[in-house]
């Protein structure tokens, strides 16, 4: 996992900011770790991954980039949009930039919501699916 | 659980799941995701956050309701979008009923979908993650 920290400031001040391309490939053990997890039966998925594993691609690289000790990380919302199948043993290049961040003072002090954009590529270019997920952070 | 599309009726029930989980299901999800916010798996820092102790990660849910969508559609349908909102913490520990019907559905010559809504509700009757799915035939 890379060490590149982002503090709030940091993403302020950079508009769009993109995240170092993740390469990775949809390994059969990763589909079976996540099959697991959501009990989904691995059976069901012998040449492709469960659309909705899309959700966690590229998404330990965004939370490790915006995580400070000082702070708390919640999830406010999650979507996915799958185009085309993920193959199991499928290259995928995963690309994440943070889309808006917009910030209100609430209850636990100043909230900052951070929505990032995961596209999703095959070694062709071609999108397989997009993730938006939102990012709420309470500087406390 | 799967289905055939020409028998799906709009307002047609998903089958339900129930759920409690466990320290190790967050340790199996933390693995598979990559998800490893302390909140998820360490008391101490989650009370010091304010956070009444461990909360599950709404993600985990989220996937969970994908899944059940996905297992709907089988063996001709695929999950094509998923909407997840993370509404209400959910302590670890927590009994959890994941929940689904058919919203619409759509059956021209150039397409033919169904819109899910599911949603995950804990015991005092309240959704603390709500989800829509579009599945393509």
């Known amino acids: 996992m890379q060490d590149i920290k982002y503090t709030l400031e940091d993403l302020r001040a950079n508009p769009g900011l993109r995240l170092p391309p993740l390469k990775l490939v949809i390994e059969r053990g990763m589909v079976e770790r996540f099959c697991r997890a959501v009990g989904d039966d691995m059976n069901n998925w012998q040449t492709e991954a469960p659309p909705s594993l899309a959700l966690t691609l590229g998404f330990g690289q965004m939370l490790e980039a915006i995580s400070a000790d000082n702070i708390t990380v919640l999830h406010g919302s999650s979507e996915l949009e799958s185009l085309k199948p993920l193959e199991i043993g499928q290259e995928v290049v995963v690309e994440t930039s943070l889309l808006s961040l917009r910030e209100r003072p609430g209850k636990m002090g100043l909230s900052s919501f951070l929505n990032f954009e995961m596209q999703v590529s095959n070694n062709k270019g071609e999108l397989l699916a997009r993730v938006c997920q939102l990012a709420i952070i309470y500087s406390a | 659980m799967t ?46 956050k304010g956070l009444g102790g461990v909360v599950v990660p709404g993600q985990l849910v989220g996937a969970m309701l994908g899944s059940l969508a996905s297992r709907f559609a089988c063996p001709s349908g695929r999950l094509a979008k998923l909407s997840v909102s993370y509404k209400k913490m959910m302590p670890l520990g927590e009994n959890l009923v994941l929940k689904g019907i058919v919203s619409s559905k759509a059956d021209t010559p150039e397409s033919k979908s169904l819109s899910l809504k599911l949603w995950a509700e804990d015991t005092a009757g309240d959704k603390t993650v709500t989800a829509a799915a579009v599945i393509l035939y």
């Open chain 2, 3 to 48: 289905s055939v599309f020409e028998n799906i009726t709009e307002g047609q029930e998903i089958a339900c799941q129930m759920l409690a989980f466990s320290s190790r299901d967050l340790v199996i999800w933390a693995g598979a995701s990559g998800d490893y916010n302390p909140i998820h798996y360490d008391k101490d820092i989650a009370l010091k």
